[in-house]
């Protein structure tokens, strides 16, 4: 609740091995409140303590540890506006891509759905705790502190737990580790850079695309498809089910729930 106990709990935070966080923002992704958890407290930083955030960069930049976070981009790109350090200076981990790596299904990748299906637990999201028009600065504190550390911080510290030995039992963490995790701070950089698109050149290559697009659907319908051409699970049933084409390799859930891509 103060600028000296938000500074004594980082100094204590250094001894933990990893260490979860989400911010809670209000409008121009100024920082409202800071949740953490490691595996056995979660915290709530709020009000007058955040009068210490510079502690808090330092805290990033010197932490031995791992720190991890749900959508890692928006952690970075906060961070990046607040305290001015740039996002390819931190290494975070993001559950969302790990749980993305494991799944390759998109719509089911939000801390919420991932905390009902791998954890068993109800997550309070948003909309349940503030009001249409108010922000997080406009509920009791307990109330935020139960949705962003209770909630946020703490189940993303326990599916972290969770996503990485399910990745190294699938073989999977070098995907994640080694290829995809550096990029996320690289691509925020990027996104805030922008790039010079050629315009004309681009709309010729929507044309291009799309009729591509139009002709593979219509090979599949020509062939007796009727389902969705985007639709992994619905072409894996008629390729498997419907026209009995033998299954050469299990997806990584063990179900031939995917269109093999070999």
């Keep these: 609740s103060t600028p000296a106990e938000f500074t004594r709990l980082l100094a ?28 056995q407290h979660a915290w709530y930083v709020q009000g007058a303590a955040l009068a210490a955030l510079p502690a808090w960069g330092e805290f990033l930049q010197t932490y031995k540890g791992e720190l991890i ?22 290494a975070l981990h993001d559950t969302m891509v790990m749980h993305w790596i494991l799944t390759s299904t998109p719509g089911v990748n939000d801390l919420k759905s991932m905390a009902k299906k791998i954890l068993a637990r109800s997550v309070l999201s948003y909309n349940e705790v503030v009001p249409p028009g108010a922000t997080v600065l ?17 189940n993303t510290y326990d599916l972290f737990v969770w996503l990485r030995d399910r990745l190294y039992e699938e073989a999977l963490w070098d995907v994640y580790d080694l290829i995809d995790r550096p990029v996320i701070p690289v691509l925020v950089e990027m996104e805030q850079a922008g790039l010079v698109i050629d315009r004309d050149e681009l709309l010729k290559l929507i044309i291009e695309y799309v009729a591509q697009r139009e002709d ?18 619905q072409l894996a049933a008629w ?9 050469t390799r299990l997806t990584k859930s063990g179900s031939r729930g995917a269109v093999d891509q070999k």
């Design 138 to 154: 406009d509920i009791p504190v307990e109330l935020a502190a139960r949705y962003a550390a209770s909630g946020y911080a703490r």
């Design 69 to 90: 976070a749900h959508n890692a981009k928006y952690e970075l790109l906060v961070t990046w506006e607040a305290l001015g350090i740039l996002p390819t200076s931190l």
């Design 239 to 247: 390729l498997y089910d419907d026209l009995g084409l033998p299954i």
């Design 12 to 39: 204590s935070l250094h001894s933990y091995p990893l260490l979860a966080f989400d911010y809670e923002t209000v409008p121009l992704r100024c920082i409202a409140g800071i949740a953490l958890a490691n595996e």
């Design 216 to 233: 593979y659907a219509q090979g599949l319908r020509v062939l007796g498809y009727i389902g969705a051409p985007s639709s992994g699970d």
